[in-house]
Structures are given as C-alpha cells and as structure tokens.
Nanobody, 116 residues
Framework: QVQLAESGGGLVQAGESLKLSCLAS????????MAWYRQTPGKERELVARITRGGVPREFGDVVKGRFTIRRDNTKNTVDLQMNNLTPGDTAVYSCYAQAHGFASWGQGPPVTVST
C-alpha cells in the first residue's frame, strides 16, 4: 500500500503564490502516475495536474494552465504543486493522488483559501 501526506495549504490573498507538497510512503516503488485534484463543496472533484512516473507533466485543468506547475522527485517520493497568481476561484481542498499497481491512493487534502 501507498500512503500520501500533503502539506502547504493555507490562507493567501488573491495574486499570491502557494506550494503544496505530497510525500508518499509505503510501497513507493509501485507508484506510477501521480496527480493533484481539488474539490469544493457541492462540486465534483476536478483534476488540477498530473505527472508521469518519469516526471513529465501530462495534463493540467483548463483553469490552472499557465499558473500552476507540477514537479516530482522520485528520490524523495514527493510531488509538488506550485500555484501562482491565485484567485478566489482556486479555493478548494486539494488532494494528492497516486496510482500504484492498479490501486488508487489519496491523501487527506490540505484546504487552500484565497481571499480577495
């Protein structure tokens, strides 16, 4: 099994930046692709960004393109989400996701709140 622990959420003002980090533990050698998702109350969870096992960013949500970047360090078992020029629309609970041998692992999700 793989466990995920996120950090870095919090309250920021519009226009500011924030970095989220996700640390994987357990059977980390089984992890393939990883991703960040986000969810707000009453809405479905949406993909923010995903990255391949080899560290190649593959997909970004339309609303975050050009503002968010995703990076992965397999030596540290981490995947980071750098969020720039945040807007109130980015307010959500952000969750780290990892696919490992056909199983999906999710983190608890740090809340991110962007004020005007």
């Amino acid at each position: 099994q793989v466990q995920l622990a996120e950090s870095g959420g919090g309250l920021v003002q519009a226009g500011e930046s924030l970095k989220l980090s996700c640390l994987a533990s357990g059977k980390t050698w089984t992890i393939g692709g990883m991703a960040w998702y986000r969810q707000t109350p009453g809405k479905e969870r949406e993909l923010v960004a995903r990255i391949t096992r080899g560290g190649v960013p593959r997909e970004f949500g339309d609303v975050v393109k050009g503002r968010f970047t995703i990076r992965r360090d397999n030596t540290k078992n981490t995947v980071d989400l750098q969020m720039n020029n945040l807007t109130p629309g980015d307010t959500a609970v952000y969750s780290c996701y990892a696919q490992a041998h056909g199983f999906a692992s999710w983190g608890q999700g740090p809340p991110v709140t962007v004020s005007t």
